[in-house]
Nanobody, 123 residues
């Protein structure tokens, strides 16, 4: 199974940008659909964005991130990125990447998860 490690989080001011990385090892990234989730204190985990394993089609599940966040993948580098622009305090959360083998993007169970990276947006 693939192992995932997120990085790139941090403390930024509103309006700033961050690029999160999800590095994969132990598997062929091209076989996995990758999704980004986030969880804020006291809130349920929510799916943010997803990129299909085969077509590379992308989906954004949170209305407020559409037009601000971009998910992309580089299978050769075994990396999935989440570019986040115009960040607001409401984007503050722990961000996780998750992988599912052979399935298209979905909101169900993902088999493989990273440990998460904290994003804090505050002035």
């Amino acid at each position: 199974q693939v192992q995932l490690v997120e990085s790139g989080g941090g403390l930024v001011q509103p309006g700033s940008s961050l690029r999160l990385s999800c590095a994969a090892s132990g598997g062929t990234l091209a076989d996995y659909t990758i999704a980004w989730f986030r969880q804020s204190p006291g809130k349920e985990r929510e799916a943010v964005a997803c990129i299909n394993h085969d077509s590379g089609a992308t989906y954004y599940f949170v209305g407020s991130v559409k037009g601000r966040f971009t998910i992309s993948r580089d299978n050769a580098k075994k990396m999935v990125l989440l570019q986040m622009n115009s960040l607001t305090p409401e984007d503050t959360a722990v961000y996780y990447c998750a992988a599912d083998w052979g399935r298209s993007c979905h909101l169900g169970h993902y088999d493989n998860w990273g440990q998460g990276t904290q994003v804090t947006v505050s002035s």
